[in-house]
């Protein structure tokens, strides 16, 4: 798998496999607002490829909570869902504040299970909750892990 740092095209199609995917679906986050998020220059766009393919997406700001590195979202197209695709996007956005950061931040969705199970396999805690945050009755659980 090959991760490469968005392009103008790749950050629409990052915008609508967002838009088009849990949690966003479930929060309302609109297609508008997702080419926002992924058009803005304050977060990098990754993107993970198969063969030449996109498959997945990974946003991510350096100073995003507390002034440590924050991942915005990651997101994997649905056919290459449960095929690691996710893990391999986790990995590299750790690594790449790995030695220049102690911490690193994450959000998931109380109602996101699957993958709030994947970040506590792979060692991050809870630090809060924002209860109503983006929905009433969903909190936004608060994450980081040592890098």
Not at 61 to 72: F, N, R, T, V
Request: net charge neutral; glycine share 10%; proline share 3%.
């Amino acid at each position: 798998m090959e991760i490469r740092e968005a392009t103008a095209d790749d950050r629409e199609w990052a915008a609508g496999l967002l838009a088009g995917s849990d949690p966003w679906l479930r929060l309302g986050v609109t297609l508008a607002r997702c080419q926002q998020m992924c058009r803005d220059p304050r977060y990098e766009v990754w993107i993970a490829l198969e063969a030449g393919e996109r498959v997945g997406v990974a946003l991510l700001h350096d100073i995003g909570m507390a002034g440590s590195p924050y991942l915005k979202s990651i997101a994997v197209d649905a056919p290459s869902r449960g095929r690691g695709v996710g893990s391999v996007l986790l990995d590299f956005a750790e690594e790449r504040w790995r030695g220049s950061a102690g911490w690193f931040f994450l959000c998931v969705s109380s109602f996101n299970t699957r993958a709030r199970a994947l970040y506590e396999r792979r060692g991050y805690v809870v630090v809060g909750e924002l209860p109503d945050q983006v929905i009433e009755g969903a909190s936004e659980i608060v994450m980081r892990k040592r890098i």
